[in-house]
């Protein structure tokens, strides 16, 4: 089973780029999020949505956007790249299960020079 | 505010059991939740508590004491393989996001011979 799956694993961008990082889950959850992990601060929540054609905005919204067409894909775009938004990306999805654990995508790594 | 406080680095000796703990002040409360990261890797799901008292599996448990804002997961028979991150964190679901994560920044654990 492919579970989440992300794309690319990792790409350098060019300041002022645009880029759209790709999630796509094969596990019909109705939850998706987009988190970024930098070093000593853990993951935070850039947007979130609980269900398809709806999305809220996370703790870091600012400087990326998201929308959810349908239930399996959710893509994060950076409109206008700059350096602070060197990261690691991960898309998760959650079936609606109280107890439901997030399901992660392995990363992408981005790097904005 | 958010406030999710883990160790940052903590060591253990193979066969050993070790102690992880998390205390948190969130706005709301709706679950809290054990993730181990492996480095380069995904997050992956570990426990779950919502309720006080401890739940087992296996050789991890973790414990919940809401009234103390405090979690721990505890390892047992440590093997090599453990040497990870482990991530705490809450659900809160007072600003209508039911399903947000909210993460500590996580706790490095080394295992040695």
New interface residues.
Partial sequence: TAGITQAPTSQILAAGRSMTLRCTQDMRHN?M?W?RQDL??????IH?S?TAGTT?K??VPDGYSVSRANTDDFPLTLASAVPSQTSVY?CAS?A?D??A???????TRLTVV | GQNIDQPTEMTATEGAIVQINCTYQTSGFNGLFWYQQHAGEAPTFLSYNVLDGLEEKGRFSSFLSRSKGYSYLLLKELQMKDSASYLCAVRDDVSGGYNKLIFGAGTRLAVHP
């Fill in positions: 939850a999020y988190y000593g601060l853990g993951l935070r929540l979130y609980n809220g996370g703790e991960f959650r609606y109280r107890g654990g997030y399901t992660f995508g392995s990363g």
